[in-house]
């Protein structure tokens, strides 16, 4: 899958690539979907949610250009995946989800993983993680119709943001936000398809 869906479609990270390639997918997924862990696409959990596609967590991962010091804040914990993938190339990781089950299980399976360096909090993303903040990278998994300013506020200076933008449950554009001198500068990477984040992003229209 490695080879063929994510380093054949483009990505050349080579941690990246490392990373996707040792992670066992078939630990996120249940007993009956184990079989398709290793295809390029994406795969329900629990509550209606999806595991994410590998080649998009792998794309997602390589924009954020991150460093092993780094400490990073991931909205939408959902299985989990995506946040071991980081746990394994960064220092920290923090992440948020807000259906509770789906919070209790990454918890436990993540332990049960070994993962140390991870961790999780059932809530709202939307305002982020005050208390671990700043963040070096900050990705959200779920799409948004505008980036929530508190998560703007939680990333450093020269950090670097990944969210799916956009309102309709069919595509989104996924965006590179990078902080400079306080300003946010936006760059399109490609078109993504992703479950909706939920909570107070529906109420602030922005
Ligand atoms: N990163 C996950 C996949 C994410 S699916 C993985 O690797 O498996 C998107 C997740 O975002 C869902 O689990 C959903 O419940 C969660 N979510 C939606 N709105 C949220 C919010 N406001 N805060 C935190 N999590 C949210």
């Known amino acids: 899958m490695v080879k063929k ?13 490392d990373v996707m390639g040792k992670m066992p ?3 996120f997924v249940d007993e009956r979907l184990k079989n398709s862990a290793y295809e390029d ?17 792998a794309l997602m ?4 250009r991150l460093k092993p010091s780094d400490r990073v804040l991931e909205i939408g914990t959902g299985s989990g995946y995506q946040a ?14 807000i259906r ?13 993983m070994g993962y140390k360096n991870v961790k999780v909090k059932y809530g709202d993303g939307y305002f982020g993680w005050e208390e671990y903040a700043l963040f070096d990278a900050i990705i959200i998994t779920a799409a948004a ?10 990333l450093k200076e020269g950090g670097r943001m990944v969210i799916p933008l956009g309102s ?5 554009t996924l965006i590179l936000a990078t902080k400079i001198k306080g300003e946010i500068n936006l760059e399109e990477i490609t078109s993504v398809r992703f479950v909706p984040m939920i909570g107070e992003v529906e109420k602030a229209v922005k």
């Open 168 to 172: 309709t449950v069919y595509s989104q």
């Open 145 to 154: 119709n505008h980036i929530p300013p508190p998560l703007i506020k939680q």
């Open 84 to 97: 071991a993938i980081l746990a394994e190339i960064v220092k920290e990781v923090y992440t948020i989800e």
């Open 5 to 17: 869906d994510i380093q054949g479609r483009g990505i050349t990270d080579k941690k990246v690539l």
């Open 100 to 112: 509770k089950k789906l919070a209790e299980k990454a918890e436990k399976r993540l332990k049960e």
């Open 41 to 57: 696409y994406p795969l329900p959990i629990d509550e209606d949610q999806t595991i994410s596609q590998p080649y998009v967590v």
């Open 25 to 27: 997918r078939h630990l």
């Open 61 to 64: 991962t390589e924009v954020l």
